[in-house]
């Protein structure tokens, strides 16, 4: 990787396009577009190769000709001695092999160029993609609120455009081209025969076009139900905290099931007129056949053609039955690829760009900004959020800009860096930003959000993230200083080189220790203008002020703005500007504004010190302790099995409807195989009329035979659609059902899990992968039992026809099964490497897009654009690799086919010649043959994706065979609260993530009573989070216990106490889903629109919803939140739990990101509800401690006072330290 690229140079429309290498692109996507010249190197050749291969059949049907003529002449005594037929023959029978040997070479390269073709054509349409969403205006992310779930789909269709320009265009050209050079040559034996051979060619391509509509129909609206799955399954793998916490499973796994079963009815459908169009155009093929043969019998017997010319034109009819429902199929497989491709241009929508440049000045800023009359509101929006704004911000000056939550600070943040296109102007250093280059604009000035992102990657690559060049290590020491990340660092065994961001072996920081990351990384760039935007929320107060001493310090020359609710951090010199619904009420230095009694001043002072939010995010001291755990998990899940317990697995999955079908489909596939055997005899009963030795066959003869072979066609399509349903009906059963197990063994697994699981694997594995899977039941078993039935069937037959003759073919069998066994194995080792390669790009586009803000304001494309390129490289070396195993496997079957099929006709006709056996027993046992190897080979070609199928089947036996975490689940009774009585009581409970590691909590007593308030307070890292996750039942103490209305808390039925228990957690839980759906998720009780109403007005929250264009039916959730500030998601936090009439209340930060305001009316709530509920919170707010009737202060795991806030205040000891 370029070091400039890594540090995230300033990035522009021409840089990104150069890296790529992408070209700009119609606006109607077809399956060509991404050709270019150079590709002709390949193509060409590819064409040739593809071509020359496809001429070997007709050359085959030229030999047979000829070998039938001969066989004629000996019929007539044209030679004086069998000996000199059979050496005439011979130099035939040894040109077929020849031919295989040449169809073998020329089968692997067409194959491998086409395939390397493939790879070039879906890299580029990755990197349009890819480009399309780091051009795009955050705007348009904005809308799209599915976006991760159709991103999961884009990755699905690009692998379905991939198939369908190689492994599908090959098969087409080379069928079309060997289409083309049978029926010429048929025309050259007897144009009649062959005219009446293309009078079927109409019914066939009319059929075929009728059955694609209705498949691309559904095939559209099977990826459009897919979507809704993704949603549910990131919902769940994203959010699985609060699944647990509200026991919200049981309703997940209905909402999995329902998106599922709507998935798999557009499935069937489109394989149902699959299956019809492959059953209706085998039969119509074999028909053709059919007639023509019968046909070819008439022309012999009026000496219009000779049997050699007749047997020629059957041999390519046979072929061209074959070529018909080859090329259908194809057709159908390239409609697929081009719906596949439409849709993925249609969900980024590569032709809608942003084409970025501007003018970038020479100097860097100075930060001198002038608002002037700006308005703004988001697209999916209809209310203004900032109204006619215009402030000036000197240069080199720190400024506040405080408000409460939805003022419009953030969006004010987001102007100033020409994230959104807004009315009005602004300025810096006099220039107009509309017409500043983007790129130089972020360049100068670096924001700081709230929700900070951290990539995957080390400490050291976050914090060097965005820089021009690497960090001198004077500036980088002095960065970690200022934040107080050093001690976090000198902690840590690999310092900074410590992996963080998700993933296997990365440690899991805390909210605090996010923000210092991002603030650091921020001190680093050393822009001219810093905005923090509720940068320090999660840190603690005294952290918090001593990080704003330095700041202030360091930034003495330098433009700063910081947006804040908490008044207590502003200086009585610092300049504040008052935002209040979209406009700057206020303005001017603090102490004025105070004296002077205005707005401003009537709000109280706030001391707001957030702790670290308590789901899975651990504290100082425990981050890094439960990796050891994941990685024992994920050594047990790795656990091989074997072949037998697969298939148990795999049969016990099925339920008893799918095992009925799944019988079924093999039943009809073992009859569908008998076709061939019963086909091969009638067939050889009408050579044997038109190559008579020494007699001429009768009209009639030929009738009944021509009859008795068009129902064995009829039986025969209809066979092979009811056999390909059943199995595709079971394929599905099983596809939902795996899903299902898998989706349930994933909820109850416990949360260290989820830390090092990757959501994104996880989502592609159980909607895309899963897929592979149909082809293992729907293809290989009948494909299997075909063989194994044809195969008895063919020895049984063979074999008694002609003993000797069989055993000769037999003989190849050892062969056709090494292929298949080398095949396999080598195969997988390479498809692996593959899905791999492929994960690691479908992570970075799905991490550079989660993070897409973030990417944009620190000009972070040419490092994200680095890192895709890198993964790409990798996926195309090895989709390089995969394709040469592939063609070389593929190909190699060529020379068994043909060299068995040579050496079985020398040795059949010198039997013949000998008088050992007649004509038709020889035709008998080497069409039998023949068929078997066709089949063999078929099956053998399909092995990729039986291989696929196979390996996306361990994957997902592994996840249901995790074990199941019974600590969040176990226990039956009912908790009872009892007045007088401690409601919980923790006794001497000692606790620790990891038993190698200090406990969090050590001998922890605590005693909390029923409709009383308490809050717990302490410094980071004192074990506040740990005690939750404990009440919760999220984790298990080591040693003492925890009780609840007097009963063990690890006996007691989690499910009936979550009804009864409400939490409201600093982070906001939301799903893509409509207001009323998330305030009502998972409620166990009836409430009317007026109850909600109600709750609303309570948390001021009623304007807003109503102003909404859907009011409570608007959607939120997803990339929707970004349109609703940090404040407001926490009020609809509270007015959820308010909702469920709860009897508990566990408050974790609940005002955290609220107003003074807007926090005093929520401590009035509480107070309200002390009555009738028992409270719990963690909060460092005055204003919460003040209403609370006990404050219990913690430090180092255990309770080191306890008391009523005044009192602890006047003994002026641990806690007095913590609030002052």
């Given at each position: 990787m370029d070091e400039k690229?890594?540090?995230?140079?300033?990035?522009?429309?021409?840089?990104?396009?150069?890296?790529?290498?992408?070209?700009?692109?119609?606006?109607?996507?077809?399956?060509?577009?991404?050709?270019?010249?150079?590709?002709?190197?390949?193509?060409?050749?590819?064409?040739?190769?593809?071509?020359?291969?496809?001429?070997?059949?007709?050359?085959?049907?030229?030999?047979?000709?000829?070998?039938?003529?001969?066989?004629?002449?000996?019929?007539?005594?044209?030679?004086?001695?069998?000996?000199?037929?059979?050496?005439?023959?011979?130099?035939?029978?040894?040109?077929?092999?020849?031919?295989?040997?040449?169809?073998?070479?020329?089968?692997w390269l067409g194959l491998t160029c086409f395939l390397l073709v493939g790879e070039r054509q879906q890299k580029r349409c990755r990197q349009q993609v890819y480009q399309s969403l780091l051009r795009k205006e955050l705007e348009w992310f904005d809308r799209k609120s599915d976006l991760n779930s159709n991103l999961m789909q884009v990755n699905r269709c690009i692998e379905e455009f991939r198939m369908g320009v190689s492994e599908c265009l090959e098969m087409l050209i080379k069928s079309v081209a060997m289409l083309c050079a049978l029926l010429i040559l048929s025309f050259y034996y007897s144009w009649r025969l062959t005219l009446l051979v293309m009078a079927t060619i109409p019914v066939i391509v009319l059929v075929t076009s009728g059955w694609g509509i209705l498949i691309g129909k559904y095939t559209t609206l099977e990826n459009k139900h897919s979507e809704n799955t993704v949603k549910v399954l990131e919902w769940n793998l994203l959010n699985y905290t609060w699944i647990k916490i509200v026991d919200s499973s049981l309703l997940e796994k209905r909402k999995l099931d329902a998106a599922s079963k709507m998935t798999s009815h557009s499935f069937l459908r489109t394989k149902l007129f699959f299956n019809l169009n492959a059953g209706m155009i085998k039969f119509l093929a074999l028909m053709m056949f059919i007639q023509s043969f019968w046909y070819g019998s008439f022309l012999v017997r009026n000496h219009l053609n000779s049997s050699g010319d007749i047997i020629s034109c059957f041999y390519s009819c046979l072929t061209v039955s074959r070529i018909f429902s080859t090329i259908s199929s194809q057709i159908v497989s390239l409609r697929t690829a081009h719906i596949s491709l439409k849709y993925v241009f249609k969900s980024v929508d590569c032709s809608n760009v942003s084409y970025e440049g501007g003018f970038q000045p020479k100097h860097d800023m100075m930060g001198d900004i002038k608002i002037s009359n700006v308005s703004f509101k988001y697209p999916v929006r209809d209310d203004w959020v900032l109204k006619n704004i215009t402030l000036q911000i000197p240069a080199n000056h720190l400024l506040y800009i405080v408000g409460k939550s939805g003022s419009g600070k953030s969006t004010l943040a987001s102007l100033i860096l020409r994230l959104y296109h807004f009315d009005g102007k602004i300025t810096c250093d006099d220039y107009d930003i509309s017409r500043l280059d983007r790129?130089?604009?972020?360049?100068?000035?670096?924001?700081?959000?709230?929700?900070?992102?951290?990539?995957?990657?080390?400490?050291?690559?976050?914090?060097?993230?965005?820089?021009?060049?690497?960090?001198?290590?004077?500036?980088?020491?002095?960065?970690?200083?200022?934040?107080?990340?050093?001690?976090?660092?000198?902690?840590?065994?690999?310092?900074?080189?410590?992996?963080?961001?998700?993933?296997?072996?990365?440690?899991?920081?805390?909210?605090?220790?996010?923000?210092?990351?991002?603030?650091?990384?921020?001190?680093?760039?050393?822009?001219?203008?810093?905005?923090?935007?509720?940068?320090?929320?999660?840190?603690?107060?005294?952290?918090?002020?001593?990080?704003?001493?330095?700041?202030?310090?360091?930034?003495?020359?330098?433009?700063?703005?910081?947006?804040?609710?908490?008044?207590?951090?502003?200086?009585?010199?610092?300049?504040?500007?008052?935002?209040?619904?979209?406009?700057?009420?206020?303005?001017?230095?603090?102490?004025?504004?105070?004296?002077?009694?205005?707005?401003?001043?009537?709000?109280?002072?706030?001391?707001?010190?957030?702790?670290?939010?308590?789901?899975?995010?651990?504290?100082?001291?425990?981050?890094?302790?439960?990796?050891?755990?994941?990685?024992?998990?994920?050594?047990?899940?790795?656990k091989k099995v074997s072949a037998l317990r697969l298939l148990r697995q795999l049969w016990h999955v099925?339920?008893?409807?799918?095992?009925?079908?799944?019988?079924?489909?093999?039943?009809?596939?073992?009859?569908?195989?008998?076709?061939?055997?019963?086909?091969?005899?009638?067939?050889?009963?009408?050579?044997?009329?038109?190559?008579?030795?020494?007699?001429?066959?009768?009209?009639?003869?030929?009738?009944?035979?021509?009859?008795?072979?068009?129902?064995?066609?009829?039986?025969?399509?209809?066979?092979?659609?009811?056999?390909?349903?059943?199995?595709?009906?079971?394929?599905?059963?099983?596809?939902?059902?795996?899903?299902?197990?898998?989706?349930?063994?994933?909820?109850?697994?416990?949360?260290?899990?989820?830390?090092?699981?990757?959501?994104?694997?996880?989502?592609?594995?159980?909607?895309?992968?899963?897929?592979?899977?149909?082809?293992?039941?729907?293809?290989?078993?009948?494909?299997?039992?075909?063989?194994?039935?044809?195969?008895?069937?063919?020895?049984?037959?063979?074999?008694?026809?002609?003993?000797?003759l069989a055993l000769v073919g037999l003989s190849f069998a050892p062969l056709f099964a090494m292929f298949s066994i080398l095949f396999s194995i080598v195969l997988q080792k390479y498809e692996t490497e593959y899905k791999e390669a492929s994960d690691n790009v479908e992570g970075v586009v799905h991490e550079s897009v989660l993070g897409m803000k973030t990417v944009v304001s620190l000009n972070l494309q040419n490092y994200f654009q680095a890192r895709f390129n890198n993964h790409m490289n990798r996926m195309n070396h090895a989709g390089k690799q995969r394709a040469l195993i592939i063609s070389i496997a593929m190909a190699a079957q060529n020379i068994a086919i043909y060299l068995s099929q040579a050496i079985m006709l020398y040795y059949g006709i010198k039997l013949v010649s000998e008088k050992s056996i007649t004509l038709v027993q020889m035709i008998q046992v080497v069409a039998l043959i023949m068929f078997t190897v066709g089949y063999v080979s078929a099956m053998l070609s399909s092995m990729p994706n039986v291989n696929k199928g196979v390996l996306v089947f361990m994957k997902i036996?592994?996840?249901?065979?995790?074990?199941?975490?019974?600590?969040?689940?176990?226990?039956?009774?009912?908790?009872?609260?009892?007045?007088?009585?401690?409601?919980?009581?923790?006794?001497?409970?000692?606790?620790?993530?990891?038993?190698?590691?200090?406990?969090?909590?050590?001998?922890?007593?605590?005693?909390?009573?029923?409709?009383?308030?308490?809050?717990?307070?302490?410094?980071?890292?004192?074990?506040?989070?740990?005690?939750?996750?404990?009440l919760l039942r999220l984790y298990s103490p080591q040693k003492g216990s925890i009780k609840f209305c007097g009963a063990n808390l690890d006996q007691l039925d989690m499910s009936e106490l979550k009804k009864e228990v409400a939490v409201v957690t600093q982070n906001h839980y939301f799903f893509d889903g409509t207001i009323f759906e998330n305030l009502t998720y998972n409620l166990h009780k009836t409430v009317t629109r007026a109850q909600i109403d109600e709750v609303l007005e309570l948390v001021d929250m009623a304007k807003f919803v109503h102003s909404l264009p859907d009011n409570l039916f608007s959607r939120i959730g997803g990339s929707s939140n970004l349109l609703i500030s940090g404040g407001q998601l926490q009020r609809l936090c509270i007015a959820r739990a308010l909702i469920r009439s709860p009897k508990v209340l566990i408050l974790d930060e609940c005002t955290a990101s609220l107003d003074p305001q807007n926090t005093k009316r929520v401590a009035k709530i509480i107070l309200g509800l002390k009555k009738h509920v028992t409270i719990i919170m963690i909060s460092h707010q005055r204003e919460m401690m003040q209403i609370a009737d006990t404050v219990a202060y913690m430090e180092d795991g255990i309770i080191k006072e306890k008391g009523h806030y005044n009192t602890l205040s006047n003994r002026k000891n641990l806690f007095y330290q913590l609030i002052n």
């Open positions: 690229d890594f540090y995230g140079s300033p990035v522009t429309i021409t840089s990104v396009l150069e890296t790529s290498g992408v070209t700009e692109v119609s606006r109607k996507p077809w399956l060509f577009m991404f050709v270019k010249a150079k590709d002709c190197w390949l193509l060409l050749p590819a064409s040739i190769f593809t071509i020359l291969s496809a001429m070997v059949p007709a050359t085959v049907a030229v030999l047979l000709a000829r070998v039938f003529d001969k066989l004629e002449g000996f019929g007539r005594n044209e030679y004086s001695s069998s000996r000199d037929f059979v050496a005439d023959v011979q130099w035939f029978c040894f040109a077929i092999a020849f031919v295989g040997i040449g169809a073998t070479l020329f089968s790129s130089w604009l972020a360049s100068q000035i670096t924001l700081v959000q709230q929700q900070c992102i951290l990539f995957g990657g080390t400490i050291f690559e976050n914090l060097s993230l965005g820089c021009p060049t690497p960090a001198a290590p004077k500036l980088l020491n002095e960065a970690l200083q200022i934040t107080g990340l050093d001690q976090l660092i000198a902690s840590l065994p690999a310092g900074l080189n410590t992996k963080v961001g998700g993933g296997p072996g990365s440690m899991t920081l805390s909210g605090g220790q996010q923000q210092k990351v991002a603030l650091c990384r921020a001190l680093i760039r050393d822009t001219p203008v810093l905005i923090l935007d509720e940068a320090l929320s999660a840190v603690d107060y005294s952290q918090r002020i001593l990080i704003l001493e330095k700041l202030k310090r360091n930034r003495r020359r330098r433009s700063t703005i910081i947006m804040t609710h908490d008044y207590s951090e502003i200086a009585d010199s610092d300049y504040v500007v008052l935002m209040e619904n979209g406009k700057i009420e206020e303005q001017g230095v603090k102490i004025d504004l105070l004296n002077r009694k205005t707005r401003f001043a009537s709000f109280q002072y706030q001391l707001d010190i957030p702790d670290d939010p308590f789901e899975h995010r651990m504290e100082e001291e425990e981050v890094g302790q439960r990796l050891d755990l994941v990685q024992d998990l994920e050594s047990q899940a790795h099925l339920t008893f409807g799918s095992r009925v079908c799944f019988l079924l489909g093999i039943i009809v596939s073992v009859v569908n195989a008998s076709m061939t055997p019963l086909f091969t005899f009638f067939l050889s009963k009408l050579v044997l009329g038109i190559v008579s030795v020494g007699q001429q066959a009768s009209s009639t003869y030929m009738v009944k035979w021509s009859l008795a072979l068009l129902c064995v066609a009829f039986m025969d399509g209809l066979s092979l659609f009811t056999s390909k349903m059943a199995l595709s009906q079971s394929s599905e059963t099983l596809v939902d059902q795996l899903r299902n197990r898998a989706f349930d063994k994933i909820l109850v697994q416990p949360v260290c899990w989820f830390q090092s699981a990757n959501p994104s694997a996880l989502s592609s594995l159980l909607i895309n992968d899963i897929k592979n899977l149909r082809t293992v039941i729907s293809d290989a078993p009948s494909q299997l039992i075909s063989v194994i039935a044809l195969i008895l069937i063919a020895l049984v037959w063979s074999l008694i026809v002609c003993w000797k036996l592994t996840l249901i065979q995790l074990p199941d975490n019974l600590q969040e689940s176990y226990g039956t009774t009912k908790p009872v609260m009892k007045p007088n009585k401690p409601l919980l009581r923790f006794q001497n409970v000692q606790f620790s993530y990891d038993p190698n590691t200090s406990p969090v909590l050590d001998n922890f007593n605590l005693s909390l009573y029923m409709n009383e308030i308490t809050c717990i307070v302490g410094k980071s890292g004192c074990g506040k989070s740990t005690l939750l996750n404990l």
